[in-house]
């Protein structure tokens, strides 16, 4: 993750209990300044933190945070505002990630993830498809349930921001579920090499960067709050398991994912 902020939220989120943590950026945030929005109407207990190199961050609000904190800022860099998770259910409150989400299987998967009580972010290369299933999701599960965002699951600075950008939504990560995938079937004289490295970048490439660049938050998570779990899925095939006729680009990538 590239930004100071982004490498904050996990650590307030997991020493302030769980919950949702939205970042709010303020380059000229200061103690006095803070302090203002404190004592607005409705907050409740706040923490500021004066340091600005981020291993000095994670020292104090490792002394400073604990549950009932509701605004956390820090100099230079914005505010973490604490909120409690009203969905119930086995993901209630766990933050994931789903491409290939907008449509078909993965809206399947995103749908009864919220339904379960997680914190959805629909990730997709077709963004106003996404952004019409997170409304949806919005509407039968609630305003937090479900978040748009972009996403080319073969470039690793979009799957990059993809994470990032949920951390700065939501606060962490628990949940990536790698599910986008493409198929191009055809025997050696039918497939390119365009076709062919195509299917690789999305299916292999793919789950390849889902997973490296979540564990990144997800270590993060661990290093504040030790027993604390996470999951990388990927949607993988019975042709990762053993090929099929003209499968071979498909089969490999799937194998690849085992």
């Known amino acids: 993750m590239g ?9 307030v989120r997991m020493l302030v209990g769980g919950g949702l943590v939205v970042f709010q ?9 803070f302090a203002a929005l404190l004592g607005a109407p409705g907050e409740g207990r706040g923490v500021f933190c004066p340091a600005a190199e981020l ?6 609000l490792s002394e400073q945070l604990s549950p ?3 605004l956390v800022g820090v100099s230079g860099v914005g505010t973490f505002r604490v909120a409690p ?14 491409t290939g989400a907008a449509q078909g299987f993965g809206k399947g998967l995103a749908a009864h993830m919220a339904a379960e009580g997680a914190l959805l972010v629909v990730a997709d290369l077709n963004l106003p498809l996404a952004e019409q299933t997170a409304a949806e999701l919005r509407t039968r599960f609630g305003p937090d349930a479900a978040r748009a965002l972009p996403v080319d699951v073969s470039d690793g600075a979009s799957v990059e921001a993809l994470v990032e950008q949920t951390v700065l939504l939501y606060g962490g990560l628990d949940l990536m579920v790698s599910n986008a995938g493409v198929l191009r079937a055809g025997g050696l004289e039918e497939i390119d090499q365009k076709a062919f ?6 299916n292999y490439t793919g789950y390849f960067l889902c997973a490296k660049y979540a564990a990144e938050v997800m270590r993060l998570q661990r290093r504040f709050a030790p027993g604390r779990t996470a999951d990388i899925n990927q949607i993988n095939s ?10 071979f680009a498909y089969a490999g990538g799937k194998f690849g994912g085992i």
């Not at 291993?55 to 104090?60: C, K, P």
Request: glycine share 16%; with cysteine.
């Open 3 to 11: 930004t100071v902020a982004a490498r904050m939220a996990p650590c």
């Open 25 to 33: 950026a303020d380059a000229g945030l200061n103690e006095s300044g």
């Open 55 to 60: 291993e000095e961050v994670y020292g104090f």
């Open 68 to 70: 009932g904190v509701t």
């Open 85 to 98: 998770v009203g969905a119930v259910g086995r993901l209630a409150g766990r933050i994931a990630i789903v």
């Open 197 to 202: 490295e195509f299917v690789t970048r999305v």
């Open 238 to 247: 019975k042709s990762g398991l053993e090929g099929s006729t003209k499968d």
